[in-house]
């Protein structure tokens, strides 16, 4: 009897000590479980956050590259006359010679020439061509006749590079277009009347020095 009880208890003890070993056992899986998922959460959080900063770089990358080609940009829009026009005054523009040239005589023709285009302007680097002029003083001759208010410069993209188009504002007064006028020598002026016998409608000189002044003009348009 006392030995079937001696192995009982051996028995039993024998149970706790397997179900405490089970007990200790599962205790350090649930800690490495719980450990393991602690890990991938730091793990995961450490990830999101880097992608986040390398989200946030890129951005700034972007932003950055966005910023140089848009300053490029803007520089490559700033005109050699812009340049000009912030180191020159308006007295060194205005007062702008061209060497052994009749600089008046220049800007009449200049601006005669761009009121023959109307509202349609030319566009500058043409008439500079047209005229035999260096781009260097073509350009200072638009900012000259900007600032003497004969004509509007409207900066415009031709062919991937900025340029101006050159519109009239204002022609000079010129006493040109009637120093050859017949009437200023005409020896029956004073017999001659819009209803006489000698009149500007019948005149052959008149009608002469109308051709002549066409022609000429013709042909400097054409130079």
């Given at each position: 009897m006392?030995?079937?009880?001696?192995?009982?208890?051996?028995?039993?003890?024998?149970?706790?000590?397997?179900?405490?070993?089970?007990?200790?056992?599962?205790?350090?899986?649930?800690?490495?479980?719980?450990?393991?998922?602690?890990?991938?959460?730091v793990d995961k959080k450490k990830e999101e956050t880097k992608k986040k900063v390398e989200a946030k770089k890129?951005?700034?990358e972007a932003k950055k590259k966005e910023e140089e080609a848009k300053k490029k940009?803007?520089?490559?829009?700033?005109?050699?006359e812009e340049i000009w026009e912030e180191q020159l005054t308006e007295e060194e523009i205005i007062g702008f010679q061209i060497d052994k040239t009749d600089m008046d005589k220049l800007v009449n023709r200049i601006t005669e020439m761009i009121a023959g285009y109307e509202t349609k302007g030319i566009l500058q680097n043409i008439l500079w061509r047209k005229l035999k002029l260096s781009s260097r003083d073509g350009s200072r001759l638009a900012l000259k006749l900007e600032k003497l208010g004969n004509i509007t410069?409207?900066?415009?993209?031709?062919?991937?590079?900025?340029t101006y188009l050159l519109l009239i504002k204002k022609i000079p007064i010129s006493t040109k277009s009637?120093?050859?006028?017949?009437?200023?020598?005409?020896?029956?002026?004073?017999?001659?009347?819009?209803?006489?016998?000698?009149?500007?409608?019948?005149?052959?000189?008149?009608?002469?020095?109308?051709?002549?002044?066409?022609?000429?003009?013709?042909?400097?348009?054409?130079?």
């Open positions: 006392v030995k079937k009880e001696i192995t009982s208890a051996a028995k039993l003890k024998k149970e706790l000590e397997e179900a405490k070993a089970e007990l200790v056992s599962r205790n350090k899986k649930l800690k490495l479980s719980v450990k393991t998922e602690a890990k991938k959460k890129k951005v700034e940009e803007e520089e490559a829009k700033i005109t050699q410069r409207e900066k415009i993209l031709e062919n991937g590079r900025w009637i120093e050859n006028a017949p009437c200023l020598v005409c020896p029956v002026e004073g017999k001659c009347s819009t209803d006489g016998e000698t009149s500007p409608k019948t005149c052959v000189y008149i009608e002469d020095w109308v051709l002549t002044e066409l022609k000429t003009k013709k042909r400097h348009e054409t130079n």
